[in-house]
């Protein structure tokens, strides 16, 4: 299918009811059928139609851009005095190219149970449940603490400079009484030796961009070539495919590790206790099976090759080759750990510059998080809520410049075979439509009883 960036591809016009908060599913199959693949992006029309979707509840929105088709939304409901909490979610979506889907990635199909499309776990349906509790305040008159604010946004997928950044150092009046905020991801089932963990993401890893570039001479491809620039750069490939960068307890991985080691029996404790230490760790690795990548990277500062380049003709060897590196770090890591650290690995045969570095969140307030676990453990009996260090980095680091504790809570019931991370960015991704529903009504119940800032 091909489509204008940010068109509607919906059969005829956008459904615009307020009541589709009551059919949080359907509210996602709309967002779905919106193209707002990035690059370029073209938010625009997703965010208007969400902005008519709640003028028909009555709510007013404002759009904020640093290019016009590019906007974020925020709308605020008044409250008590108590501190603003925020829901806030991402509209744009990582392309679908050269994938095979079952159904058109943006026709918002349901089937077997499932709303299929791009977006549907990252991060449209979290939108959804956001956009329906919010909708539902309003609805059902229920008395706020404090103001609710709801902020879609535009580029996370791209690193948020045309949303939350800009709206954070722009404006940042908008959320001068928001202490705490929900967003992506968490508070979704991760089992473990048997039980069901519930992690809800209070911290993330960092985004640092590395290119590691190579110079030899050049000449022609005709006579041998040996040490040159792009045999330079392929030992360097080889060696960041085969090894790992060194290990790291930090103190939020550590609570982390702590509190769901409280939860599982004593054998899967041990384990998790055995990740604390840099002599037990790849053993602890081994025996966590499916789930060691995830650890696995909560351990150690990330750094995986993304683009290569060197050369532009056929027979001639090239005098530089270059590959780009997306790192991320764990809390506390700085650009110059990761920089010395790939220094140090790759040797002095290339050259690490960093390009780019996010400082994400310094501190971890766990404030909300005794009322994230009480809604989960209410909406699933069997649920086991653990606080969570998320291995990427999402725009909860945007907001944390200016002391906004963001969780990761798009809560959704998702069956025990359903691998969630297979999906995410990839074909056929796809969300339970009762997974929608129990997110929608968990989020509405934490609007409903949040009392503000917890001292």
Same mark, same amino acid.
């Given at each position: 299918?091909?489509?204008?960036?940010?068109?509607?591809?919906?059969?005829?016009?956008?459904?615009?009811?307020?009541?589709?908060?009551?059919?949080?599913?359907?509210?996602? !199959?709309?967002?779905?059928?919106?193209? +707002?693949?990035?690059?370029?992006?073209?938010?625009?029309?997703?965010?208007?139609? #969400?902005? @008519?979707?709640?003028?028909?509840?009555?709510?007013?929105?404002?759009?904020? #851009?640093?290019?016009?088709? $590019?906007?974020?939304?925020?709308?605020?409901?008044?409250?008590?005095?108590?501190?603003?909490?925020?829901?806030?979610?991402?509209?744009?979506?990582?392309?679908?190219?050269?994938?095979?889907?079952?159904?058109?990635?943006?026709?918002?199909?349901?089937?077997?149970?499932?709303?299929?499309?791009?977006?549907?776990?990252?991060?449209?349906?979290?939108?959804?449940?956001?956009?329906?509790?919010?909708? $539902?305040?309003? !609805?059902?008159?229920?008395?706020?603490?404090?103001?609710?604010?709801?902020?879609?946004?535009?580029?996370?997928?791209?690193?948020?400079?045309?949303?939350?950044?800009?709206?954070?150092?722009?404006?940042?009046?908008? %959320?001068?009484?928001?202490?705490?905020?929900?967003?992506?991801?968490?508070?979704?089932?991760?089992?473990?030796?048997?039980?069901?963990?519930?992690?809800? !993401?209070?911290?993330?890893?960092?985004?640092?961009?590395?290119?590691?570039?190579?110079?030899?001479?050049?000449?022609? *491809?005709?006579?041998?070539?040996?040490?040159?620039?792009?045999?330079?750069?392929?030992? =360097?490939?080889?060696?960041?495919?085969?090894?790992?960068?060194?290990?790291?307890?930090?103190?939020?991985?550590?609570?982390?590790?702590?509190?769901?080691?409280?939860?599982?029996?004593?054998?899967?404790?041990?384990?998790?206790?055995?990740?604390?230490?840099?002599?037990?760790?790849? @053993?602890?690795?081994?025996?966590?099976?499916?789930? #060691?990548?995830? %650890?696995?990277?909560?351990?150690?500062?990330?750094?995986?090759?993304?683009?290569?380049?060197?050369?532009?003709? /056929?027979?001639?060897?090239?005098?530089?080759?270059?590959?780009?590196?997306?790192?991320?770090?764990?809390?506390?890591?700085?650009?110059?750990?990761?920089? +010395?650290?790939?220094?140090?690995?790759?040797?002095?045969?290339?050259?690490?510059?960093?390009?780019?570095?996010?400082?994400?969140?310094?501190?971890?307030?766990?404030?909300?998080?005794?009322?994230? @676990?009480?809604?989960?453990?209410? *909406?699933?009996?069997?649920?086991?809520?653990?606080?969570?260090?998320?291995?990427? =980095?999402?725009?909860?680091?945007?907001?944390?410049?200016?002391? /906004?504790?963001?969780?990761?809570?798009?809560?959704?019931?998702?069956?025990?075979? %359903?691998?969630?991370?297979?999906?995410?960015?990839? =074909? @056929?991704?796809?969300?339970?439509?009762?997974?929608?529903?129990?997110?929608?009504? *968990?989020?509405?119940?934490?609007?409903?009883?949040?009392?503000? *800032?917890?001292?």
């Amino acid at each position: 299918m091909s489509n204008h960036p940010g068109e509607y591809v919906g059969d005829g016009d956008p459904v615009v009811d307020a009541s589709l908060s009551d059919r949080p599913a359907e509210l996602l !199959q709309e967002l779905i059928r919106f193209d +707002t693949t990035n690059p370029p992006g073209a938010e625009r029309s997703c965010i208007e139609w #969400a902005a @008519d979707l709640l003028a028909d509840a009555g709510i007013d929105s404002e759009l904020y #851009a640093q290019n016009p088709d $590019r906007p974020s939304l925020v709308a605020r409901i008044p409250g008590g005095d108590s501190p603003a909490l925020m829901l806030y979610g991402h509209v744009d979506v990582v392309p679908t190219s050269d994938q095979d889907w079952t159904h058109p990635p943006f026709s918002g199909v349901e089937e077997d149970g499932y709303v299929w499309g791009r977006g549907a776990l990252d991060m449209k349906s979290g939108v959804a449940m956001f956009v329906a509790a919010f909708l $539902r305040a309003t !609805q059902e008159e229920i008395d706020l603490a404090g103001d609710l604010v709801l902020c879609l946004l535009a580029d996370e997928e791209a690193g948020g400079d045309e949303g939350a950044a800009f709206l954070v150092e722009e404006h940042p009046e908008l %959320f001068e009484d928001v202490e705490y905020a929900l967003g992506e991801f968490g508070g979704y089932p991760m089992e473990l030796a048997g039980v069901r963990l519930y992690p809800v !993401q209070v911290n993330e890893k960092q985004v640092c961009w590395v290119r590691v570039s190579a110079t030899g001479q050049a000449g022609h *491809a005709s006579r041998p070539s040996r040490g040159d620039a792009v045999g330079r750069i392929g030992e =360097a490939l080889v060696t960041l495919d085969r090894e790992r960068l060194p290990y790291h307890l930090t103190p939020p991985v550590e609570e982390m590790l702590d509190r769901m080691a409280d939860e599982v029996d004593e054998e899967a404790a041990a384990v998790l206790r055995g990740l604390k230490d840099p002599d037990t760790v790849d @053993d602890s690795l081994a025996a966590l099976g499916d789930e #060691a990548g995830t %650890f696995e990277a909560l351990l150690h500062n990330t750094a995986n090759a993304t683009i290569l380049r060197g050369g532009d003709k /056929i027979n001639v060897v090239p005098a530089s080759a270059e590959f780009t590196v997306d790192s991320r770090l764990l809390p506390g890591q700085t650009d110059e750990d990761v920089a +010395t650290e790939l220094r140090d690995l790759l040797g002095d045969g290339v050259s690490v510059d960093v390009e780019r570095f996010e400082l994400g969140p310094e501190e971890t307030d766990l404030g909300m998080f005794p009322l994230l @676990d009480d809604v989960l453990r209410d *909406a699933d009996e069997a649920a086991v809520p653990v606080p969570y260090v998320l291995p990427a =980095a999402t725009d909860g680091r945007i907001f944390a410049r200016i002391g /906004i504790q963001s969780y990761g809570f798009t809560p959704m019931n998702l069956p025990s075979d %359903f691998d969630f991370q297979s999906f995410v960015h990839a =074909a @056929d991704e796809r969300i339970p439509v009762e997974a929608v529903e129990f997110g929608t009504d *968990a989020v509405y119940d934490v609007v409903r009883r949040y009392e503000g *800032a917890v001292e």
